[in-house]
């Protein structure tokens, strides 16, 4: 919760939430529809392509923005 920052944090958070819901609602219903139309194998192979498409995005997305995993490690704190 500390990437929503003070201000305005029930709508920001409410952002980031529905954002949840959203990556968690269109894969069911996405592999539900393949399952019905194409099978098991068809509906398996459509998600672990939605599972690659998503994190190709997420490295280009942290590419664009210049982060290194390294840096991401050394800027988190230690928990105790």
């Known amino acids: ?5 003070k201000g305005a944090a ?5 952002a980031l ?3 949840v819901n ?10 539900g529809r393949v399952h019905d139309h194409a099978g ?3 509906m398996l192979l ?3 392509g939605m599972d690659a498409a998503g994190f ?3 490295l280009l997305a942290a ?7 390294r840096s991401l490690l050394a800027a988190t704190p230690a928990v105790a």
């Not at 919760?1 to 920052?5: C, E, H, K, L, R």
């Not at 029930?10 to 409410?14: D, F, G, Q, S």
């Not at 590419?63 to 995993?69: N, S």
């Open 1 to 5: 919760m500390t990437s929503i920052g």
């Open 17 to 19: 939430w529905s954002m």
């Open 40 to 42: 098991t194998m068809a």
């Open 63 to 69: 590419r664009l923005l210049g982060l290194r995993y």
């Open 22 to 31: 959203f990556s968690e609602g269109y894969p069911a219903f996405i592999d």
């Open 10 to 14: 029930a709508t920001k958070a409410a």
């Open 46 to 48: 459509t998600h672990a």
């Open 56 to 58: 190709a995005i997420l």
